[in-house]
């Protein structure tokens, strides 16, 4: 069979499908992995989905994937042959990793993190780096050294961020998988905004080693699919105890999937008023109402709960992220690696160069707010406070999860807005991951799966569930997928 012969509805498949096909000899790793080659170079001077492109190492691991598949080495996997990307703040051995910054451009890691290694072991074919905001500080991915993401829905619209590459790479049929990296909303938001899944694991639950820091007490990696059970197959795959970072569970690894068919006819959902925010548009409103409609239709038990806490969670979030980017940002000094300079006079006056003119004015604002919060005299007044509060979010999570199996709530209070609109107003960009950072705060697993249309552009609906009850919100997500099948939707780009 030819490349050409090959009918192109294969870029909307979901990772099952396409593994259903290799299965039949419909396909080859290295076929799928050509067509969505072409798909990306006739794409990416819309979309910009791509920092970097490995072509001929993802042809490479997909002719290796064909021979696994065919009986030769290792059992293949779910994910055996099937075409990612990966977010450009994920350590890749022999491959620029730049986290969207000037000031680690050229950067070559001499390692792959554990995520990118647990991927190669399963036989995945990693197309390429994905775009971001820089240092995942964003949530428009308009804040990238290499240019904004354009979403696929409307490309004079942002993806959301930070993870905007991922989210525009899998609603696009760029790959059928992302992975991305979670702070305060970043895989789910852009999930939400571009029309496709996204889930944030519990914290611990998948190694951040290879992960370039941003808030460590706050980030996680997960994937970006089409569909539920390909989110639950990317997380059997990336999840895994780690020596290496500290924070790794030593959790039972069960399947994820393994309730993913049971409905949620008896579940108790909680519906927490305080994520209705005013200022939510009319049309995701409406959307999550009827959303509301759809699991009561389906044997749910919905009621009302009040999380108060939730209204000083986007405070908390931003003295805590700052802080620790502040910490984790202060490696970067022109001198181990990264963008430097050989003329400055003095070692301060080139670390001062370096950042000067590598760091892009929204991590210098973070850098610049966290150095505040953790100076003499104001530590205990900002960071500690903050981190007391954390500790009541946390408590009123668990207060909350003693009655109710998962909540669900809006996962952004807005549709995709305009490139431009919000990049020079702070407070507005910030106040778009209102539903999402309580969730990282807590350490808690959330997915955010489609939930409708509002004028032509995707909504999302957010699952939340209590530490390690990842199976929990991905046996919800997916009867409520079944039920609605809005993940079949794909922009026509």
Not at 202 to 229: C, H, K, N
Not at 316 to 330: G, T
Not at 416 to 445: E, H, R, S
Not at 479 to 487: F, L, P, S, V
């Amino acid at each position: 069979m030819t490349t050409q012969a090959i009918n192109s509805d294969i870029y909307f498949l979901t990772a099952r499908d396409l593994r259903a096909k290799f299965d039949a000899r419909e396909i080859s790793s290295v076929e799928a992995t050509r067509l969505i080659l072409d798909r990306i170079a006739s794409l990416e001077p819309k979309l910009n989905s791509f920092i970097t492109i490995t072509a001929e190492r993802a042809l490479a691991a997909a002719e290796l994937a064909d021979q696994r598949l065919r009986g030769s080495g290792q059992e293949p996997t779910t994910l055996t042959g099937i075409p990612v990307m990966v977010k450009d703040n994920f350590s890749t051995k022999d491959v620029e990793t730049t986290a969207a910054s000037k000031i680690l451009k050229g950067y070559i890691p001499p390692y792959d993190g554990t995520v990118v290694s647990n991927l190669k072991d399963a036989g995945a074919v990693i197309l390429g780096k994905g775009n971001l905001d820089e240092f995942a500080m964003g949530s428009s991915n308009e804040t990238s050294a290499y240019g904004p993401v354009h979403n696929p829905w409307d490309t004079d619209r942002v993806p959301g961020g930070s993870s905007g590459g991922a989210g525009a790479g899998v609603a696009a049929g760029e790959c059928f998988i992302a992975f991305g990296s979670d702070t305060g909303g970043s895989i789910r938001q852009p999930a939400a905004l571009c029309g496709v899944v996204g889930m944030k694991p519990t914290y611990g639950l998948v190694s951040r080693y290879g992960l370039l820091a941003f808030g460590s007490s706050l980030d996680q990696i997960g994937p970006l699919t089409r569909s539920v059970a390909d989110c639950a197959d990317a997380l059997n795959v990336i999840s895994s105890h780690d020596r290496r970072d500290s924070t790794s569970v030593a959790a039972p690894f069960d399947d994820f999937a393994r309730d993913i068919d049971q409905g949620v006819a008896g579940m108790n959902i909680g519906v927490p008023k305080e994520y209705l925010v005013d200022g939510i548009e009319p049309g995701v409103r409406e959307a999550f109402e009827a959303s509301l409609k759809t699991l009561e239709d389906l044997g749910a038990n919905i009621s009302e709960i009040s999380l108060p806490l939730t209204d000083h969670a986007l405070a908390v979030y931003y003295i805590i992220a700052p802080s620790e980017a502040s910490a984790n940002l202060s490696r970067y000094d022109g001198v181990k690696y990264g963008l430097g300079t050989l003329d400055a006079p003095t070692s301060a006056r080139a670390t001062e160069t370096a950042r000067g003119e590598g760091f892009g004015d929204e991590v210098k604002r973070r850098i610049l707010l966290g150095t505040y919060a953790l100076s003499a005299g104001y530590y205990d007044a900002y960071y500690k406070k903050a981190q007391q509060v954390r500790t009541l979010i946390r408590r009123e999570f668990t207060d909350a999860f003693l009655k109710f199996d998962v909540l669900v709530t809006p996962t952004s209070p807005n549709t995709a807005f305009k490139i431009g609109d919000k990049i020079n107003d702070p407070f507005q960009m910030y106040m778009n991951d209102v539903c999402t950072i309580p969730v990282n705060i807590a350490g808690l697993p959330s997915i955010s799966i489609p939930g409708g249309m509002s004028d032509g552009l995707p909504v999302g609906l957010q699952f939340i569930g209590p530490q390690f009850g990842d199976t929990a919100v991905i046996r919800a997500a997916s009867a409520y997928e079944r039920a609605t099948g809005w993940h079949k939707n794909h922009p026509l780009i």
